[in-house]
């Protein structure tokens, strides 16, 4: 798929089939994520890749927009890493660089997916601390469900020419 179809047609797919997202392919999705733009190249994100029914199961419990989680193949937590950040809040602006790549890549490859946010609510960041054991200096920025497209959504028009400003406002 080319890079602007993917841009154009992602969308949000929530509802998923019973076929699994392999390992091969959540490592290219993974090298994808990493090719990401970082501030100062710092690369401060951790991965977590999980299929553990318990986890998914505990985080469904606790996050109010995370059930497509029960019907996936296999989920991507994103962190970002305190210690590694290039300065104070630069850590979540790479990992969303890091997550948009991740929802490109899985759509360039057929792979439905969902950005579930963490970041930057507390309580929701919270959840993946406990559930993953996460150390102090890892943050939950992000999940991202995967799986194979089970529903088809509408390509909606979004480019709006109004929001364009050249030179000044």
């Not at 290219?28 to 501030?39: F, R």
């Not at 419990?61 to 809040?89: F, R, Y």
């Amino acid at each position: 798929m080319d890079i602007l179809d993917a841009i154009f047609n992602r969308r949000s797919i929530r509802q998923y089939t019973k076929d699994q997202v392999t390992d091969e392919q959540i490592s290219v999705i993974l090298k994808a994520a990493m090719y990401a733009p970082s501030a100062v190249n710092k690369q401060p994100w951790h991965f977590i890749v999980f299929r553990n029914r318990p986890a998914i199961k505990a985080i469904t419990e606790k996050h109010p927009n995370s059930s497509m989680l029960l019907e996936a193949s296999a989920a991507i937590l994103v962190c970002w890493d305190d210690n590694l950040q290039h300065d104070t809040g630069y850590g979540p602006v790479d990992c969303a660089a890091a997550t948009q790549n991740i929802l490109l890549a899985a759509c360039g490859m057929g792979i439905g997916s969902v950005w579930v946010g963490l970041y930057p609510r507390p309580q929701r960041m919270e959840i993946v601390q406990e559930i993953f054991k996460l150390p102090t200096n890892i943050k939950g920025f992000s999940i991202v469900s995967l799986g194979y497209p089970a529903e088809k959504k509408a390509h909606p028009e979004r480019f709006n020419k109004d929001r364009i400003h050249f030179e000044k406002w």
